[in-house]
Nanobody
Framework: QVQLAESGGGLVQAGGSLRLSCVAS????????MGWFRQSPGKEREFVAA????????FYADSVKGRFTISRDNARNTAYLQMNSLKSEDTAVYYC??????????????????WGQGTQVTVSS
């Protein structure tokens, strides 16, 4: 079992930055692929970014490419999502997720076994 706890959300003006953190506990963090997803009211959950368990590969949704960066610090059992040039459409609850590597496409939720509770990001225009 892995427990995930997100933090770092908040209210920011358009064009600003936030860094989300996801601290993992319970199992060896470095063994898991990590992903970030988001969900805004009335919309389905959508993929944001992912990093493989080795950290050697990262993936991004087209809507955040060039603005968001996913990283992981295995020594600290923490994954990060650096969000720059934020837009009002980035407003959502952001969730981190961890998955046992099994060759699934990391864009989809079924690649992940554990989810955090989410942190709210609100971007004012």
């Amino acid at each position: 079992q892995v427990q995930l706890a997100e933090s770092g959300g908040g209210l920011v003006q358009a064009g600003g930055s936030l860094r989300l953190s996801c601290v993992a506990s319970g199992r060896t963090f470095s063994n898991y692929d990590m992903g970030w997803f988001r969900q805004s009211p009335g919309k389905e959950r959508e993929f944001v970014a992912a990093a493989t368990w080795t950290g050697s590969s990262t993936f991004y949704a087209d809507s955040v490419k060039g603005r968001f960066t996913i990283s992981r610090d295995n020594a600290r059992n923490t994954a990060y999502l650096q969000m720059n040039s934020l837009k009002s459409e980035d407003t959502a609850v952001y969730y981190c997720a961890a998955g046992v590597p099994r060759g699934l496409v990391l864009f989809y939720g079924n690649a992940y076994d554990y989810w955090g509770q989410g942190t709210q990001v609100t971007v004012s225009s």
